[in-house]
């Protein structure tokens, strides 16, 4: 089992930034790929972000490339989300997400664990 919490969340103008936290217990932390989805009203759970357990690859969803960036400190157990010219359109609960399927992993099915999220608002 791995428990997930995120922090960082909050109310930001257009244009601002976040930095959103996932602090990891239990199972293994430095062998799991991380994940950050997000669902805004209405709409499906989407990808945002991944990384491989080392650290050494990332990938992201079209719309936030270039404005965010997944990190991770295994010492600490914890993987962040810097989020930076935010848009209205990034409001979103944000969720952190393990999965042991090795390498870069962007489909939420294969992902096992879940935090219970964090909201973000972006207003115009």
């Known amino acids: 089992q791995v428990q997930l919490v995120e922090s960082g969340g909050g109310l930001v103008q257009a244009g601002g930034s976040l930095r959103l936290s996932c602090a990891a217990s239990?199972?293994?932390?430095?062998?799991?790929?991380m994940g950050w989805f997000r669902q805004a009203p209405g709409k499906e759970r989407e990808f945002v972000a991944t990384?491989?357990?080392?650290?050494?690859?990332?990938a992201y969803t079209a719309s936030v490339k270039g404005r965010f960036t997944i990190s991770r400190d295994n010492a600490k157990n914890t993987v962040y989300l810097q989020m930076n010219s935010l848009k209205p359109e990034d409001s979103a609960v944000y969720y952190c997400?393990?999965?042991?399927?090795?390498?870069?992993?962007?489909?939420?099915?294969?992902?096992?664990?879940w935090g219970p999220g964090t909201q973000v608002t972006v207003s115009s």
């Open positions: 239990g199972r293994t932390f430095n062998s799991a790929t």
């Open positions: 990384i491989r357990s080392s650290g050494d690859s990332t």
């Open positions: 997400a393990a999965s042991y399927v090795p390498g870069i992993v962007t489909t939420k099915g294969r992902y096992d664990y």
